[in-house]
């Protein structure tokens, strides 16, 4: 399985950014996640959505600006960024977990990583 991120960019705090994963991923055995790594942090769980359910975890960190979807017939999950500030700035990955949406928010683990795409936010 092969994911491929895409759409990170430099933008200004206050800016949006859409981040999209693609892959053939079979929907009703992966769940799927975004992640983050900024310099000299370890890795953050951001958002996931459940395999078979579609149902959607969020870190409280980015709950209520960033948003996960996911559309089956086009292989791709998508993040959508809003409010961005200089917090944000990492790079942002996209995973599928054969668990729950809730395991990968809680265990930070995946089968598969996409390569990442750099987000940075100025202010």
């Known amino acids: 399985v092969q994911l491929q991120a895409s759409g990170g960019g430099l933008v200004r705090a206050g800016d949006s950014l859409r981040l999209s994963c693609t892959g053939r991923?079979?929907?009703?055995?992966?769940?799927m996640g975004w992640f983050r790594q900024a310099p000299g942090k370890g890795r953050q769980f951001l958002a996931a959505?459940?395999?078979?359910?579609?149902?959607?975890y969020y870190s409280d960190s980015v709950k209520g600006r960033f948003s996960i979807a996911r559309d089956n017939a086009e292989n791709t999950v998508t993040l959508q960024m809003n409010s961005l500030n200089p917090e944000d700035t990492a790079v942002y990955y996209c995973a599928a977990g054969s668990t729950s949406a809730q395991t990968m928010a809680r265990t930070l683990l995946a089968d598969y990583w996409g390569q990442g795409t750099q987000v940075t936010v100025s202010s």
């Open positions: 991923i079979d929907s009703n055995r992966y769940s």
């Open positions: 959505i459940s395999r078979r359910s579609g149902l959607s």
